[in-house]
Structures are given as structure tokens and as C-alpha cells.
């Protein structure tokens, strides 16, 4: 593991994670709560924050139903061709969704992307199914708040953001999320390869935090009546999640509603505080992470406890939410959407 006191090894470690032909920003990596809060004053990161808060509208296909669906950022950029994704995408196209335009990463991506899955994992435009559903996918992402798909390649006829960056250093619990050449870094070392967050790291942690979950709300309250269903489909516990909660609903998410700093308790707040009837609905919840995990257990025909451990790594280097039996959870979520929307136009033909 390369030593964290290593800024240029770690450039390389982040040069790593972006897939050809797309080229890593050094000014955009980001290892620590604090590079976080600063970056918010990169002019790039406030070009997009500007775009997307206030400018962005989504080109939708025509249907009968809209569906927002939020899928969590990912280390590989782009992010499509992240095991994760294609998973996702590749289950969603299993399902009877369709991409709406030609919309593809570039070439050179396609070529390289691995059997069984579909070139059309690697299409960016919204998905639409033979009911007239269309899904259309973004990304929560820090430091650029949200990605629409069909952004995430270009954006102003550049390369985007968001394929230029690497932000692990909001992830306390890797024990690497430390910027020790800062002078402002108040982590303390507690082994050859872990450091554990000071003051200052917990303090920007909610500040960025806090950031984040407003520019989604923002997004959400400007663009949100477009979708009858909003979805965000991002890992119990984790910080993406923590992003979208209100603060009612993080005790049943088993997320936390405030971070000590010194003597001060700093409050967590998530998009769905600053938006009126929490729109977004974040999945899977705890029972179907319990349930998909025992399904899992007996379709390898193993015990439980053995197949936490293949559960927790989502069964392709990924997270839970690649699972086959947790995104069954995402299918029917976006199904019984489809179908009260046919019923509820059946119920109005008769009125």
C-alpha cells in the first residue's frame, strides 16, 4: 500500500482508476475531508455546481411514466464501466429496457468491455421498456453533487469532471482518508497504513457532507416534478446514503444524525430534510439487504456467515448493490411503478 504521506504515488494510485481514453486532473483528487471542502471553489467543480443546480433540464424520451433513478459513484471512471454499474445496467436491460438514443462511451471503451455484458451497458441515454416506463439514471457523486448519465463522457465539449477525479477522502473507515501534508490535517497515525480523522477531518467531513445533500435537494426541487418516482439506490450505512436522508428517516438506516467535533455535535442533513414529502426513496432498505443475503447464502448453497463475506464484496469486486438477488429489490420497486401508473389511467378511462 502506498504510503499516504505520498501525494505523487497516490496520483498515480488515482491515475489507475481512469480508463482510457479519459486522463486524470491532479487538481481534482481528493484525499481528505478537507481537499473536499476546498474543492468546492475549483472552477471546475463550480462551472458544473452552476450547471447543474441552475441550468441543467433533462431531454427525456415521451412516455408514460418517469423514473429517477440515483446510482452511487464508483473508484473506476467512468463509471458505467465500473463492475457495479454494468451489473446494474446489465440487469436493467435483462428487465426489458432499452436505450433511447446512441449515446455510448467512447469506442475504444466498447472494445475492451469484457463477455457477458451487452455493448448497451456502456449507453449513456435514458432507458425506455415496452410499457412506456423511462428510467432515467444520475449519479451521487462528491464532489460534484449529482451526474446525469448522460454528462458523465462530456460536458461543454470537454471531457467532464466526471470521468477527470478521484475523491476517496470522505471514507473514514478505509484508514487512508488523510492529507498529512496539509496544514490543516489533525489525523493521527495509528498504524503503518491506518490514520484515524482528528477535529478538523470530522469537521469538514459534515461541512462537504452537508454540501452535497443541499446540491441533490437543489437538483431535486428544480427538476424533480419531470419524474412520478425518484430512487436511490445506494448502500445502506454508507455515505451516499447519509446524502439523501432526512433526519427521521437515518435511526431505521442505521445512518448517523450528527458527527462530534471537540465539544460541538455538528448535525448530518440530507437532501430529503430540505425537500417537502421526502421524494427520494432510497433502496435497498435493511430487510431486503437481510433477505437478498439469505438468498444468496442458499443459491451458493452455503451458510449465512460464509456468504456475508461474498455479500459485503457484492460478488464482483463491487458493493451489494451488483447482487442479482438485491437488485430483484430495484426490479420490483420500478415495476409496481409501472403498474400503478397502467392501473390508475384504467381507473380514469372508467371515470
Known amino acids: 500500500m502506498v504510503s499516504v504521506e505520498d501525494r505523487p504515488k497516490r496520483l498515480l494510485e488515482s491515475a489507475q482508476k481512469i480508463q482510457s481514453p479519459f486522463v486524470l486532473d491532479e487538481s481534482l483528487c481528493l484525499y481528505s475531508p478537507q481537499d473536499n471542502v476546498d474543492s468546492l471553489q475549483h472552477p471546475r467543480i463550480m462551472e458544473w455546481m452552476k450547471f447543474v443546480e441552475g441550468e441543467y433540464e433533462p431531454r427525456l424520451p415521451k412516455g408514460t411514466r418517469n423514473i429517477l433513478l440515483f446510482m452511487p459513484c464508483t473508484k473506476t471512471k467512468p463509471y458505467p464501466f465500473s463492475s457495479e454499474h454494468k451489473a446494474i ?4 436491460l435483462d428487465e426489458g429496457f432499452k436505450p433511447s438514443s446512441r449515446t455510448y462511451l467512447p469506442q475504444e471503451l466498447q472494445a475492451r468491455l469484457e463477455p457477458p455484458f451487452s455493448q448497451e451497458v456502456l ?3 435514458p432507458l425506455v421498456n415496452g ?4 428510467l432515467h439514471r444520475m449519479v451521487i457523486s462528491e464532489p460534484l453533487g449529482v451526474v446525469p448519465y448522460e454528462h458523465i463522457a462530456e460536458f461543454r465539449g470537454k471531457q467532464s469532471p466526471a470521468v477527470s477525479y478521484d475523491d476517496p477522502g470522505l471514507f473514514e473507515g478505509r484508514g487512508n482518508a488523510v492529507s498529512p501534508w496539509r496544514p490543516d490535517c489533525t489525523a493521527k497515525r ?3 497504513t491506518r490514520w484515524e480523522w482528528g477535529p478538523e477531518e470530522r469537521r469538514h467531513y459534515v461541512l462537504m457532507h452537508n454540501a452535497m445533500a443541499e446540491t441533490v435537494a437543489k437538483v431535486v426541487a428544480r427538476i424533480g416534478h419531470h419524474y412520478d418516482d425518484i430512487i436511490a439506490w445506494v448502500a445502506p450505512g454508507l455515505t451516499h446514503r447519509s446524502f439523501v436522508l432526512a433526519r427521521d428517516e437515518r435511526s431505521s438506516n442505521r445512518v448517523p444524525a450528527s458527527r462530534q467535533v471537540g465539544a460541538e455535535k455538528m448535525q448530518l442533513v440530507g437532501a430529503n ?5 421526502k421524494p427520494i426513496c432510497s433502496l435497498p432498505t435493511r430487510e431486503q439487504c437481510r433477505i437478498a443475503l439469505e438468498r444468496l447464502a442458499s443459491r451458493l448453497n452455503v451458510s449465512v456467515a460464509k456468504a456475508n ?6 460478488g464482483v469486486g463491487a458493493t451489494p448493490l451488483a447482487l442479482p438477488e438485491l437488485l430483484d429489490a430495484l426490479v420490483e420497486r420500478i415495476g409496481r411503478v409501472s403498474a400503478e401508473e397502467v392501473t390508475e389511467k384504467a381507473w380514469n378511462a372508467q371515470l
Open 131 to 134: 410499457t412506456g416506463t423511462v
Open 89 to 92: 445496467n446489465q440487469r436493467l
Open 309 to 314: 463475506g461474498i455479500y459485503a464484496r457484492g
Open 273 to 277: 430534510d430540505h425537500l417537502p414529502g
Open 123 to 125: 449507453n449513456l441515454s
Open 190 to 192: 495509528c498504524s503503518a
